[in-house]
């Protein structure tokens, strides 16, 4: 079991930035995958980025890209998603997930991978 704890989450104005944090304990942190989705009110969860098992590649929706980034420090056991230049549009509940060994975009972008999952923080932009 992984036990994954996001925080982070707040209001905040567009233009503004976040940083969300998503803590995890229980098995061996590094190896997995680790992944950032999001879900707005009556739509379906979304991929964010992701950072893949071995470290080597980051992935992002085209909807954040340059504005949101990755990081993990695997001695903390913490995976970071630093959003700058936020817009009304990134508001959703915000939620961490954990891929055993995965480096793969391809699955790394559908939830269906995701062995475990946090309980979600909100994000809320205004315009």
């Known amino acids: 079991q992984v036990q994954l704890v996001e925080s982070g989450g707040g209001l905040v104005q567009a233009g503004g930035s976040l940083r969300l944090s998503c803590a995890a304990s229980?098995?061996?942190?590094?190896?997995?995958?680790m992944g950032w989705f999001r879900q707005a009110p009556g739509k379906e969860r979304e991929f964010v980025g992701a950072?893949?098992?071995?470290?080597?590649?980051?992935y992002y929706a085209d909807s954040v890209k340059g504005r949101f980034t990755i990081s993990r420090d695997n001695a903390k056991n913490t995976v970071y998603l630093q959003m700058n230049s936020l817009k009304p549009e990134d508001t959703a509940v915000y939620y961490c997930?954990?891929?055993?060994?995965?480096?793969?975009?391809?699955?790394?972008?559908?939830?269906?991978?995701?062995?475990?999952w946090g309980q979600g923080t909100q994000v809320t932009v205004s315009s």
């Open positions: 950072k893949s098992w071995s470290g080597g590649s980051t």
């Open positions: 997930a954990a891929a055993y060994r995965t480096d793969s975009r391809m699955l790394l972008i559908t939830t269906n991978r995701y062995d475990y």
């Open positions: 229980g098995r061996t942190f590094s190896n997995y995958a």
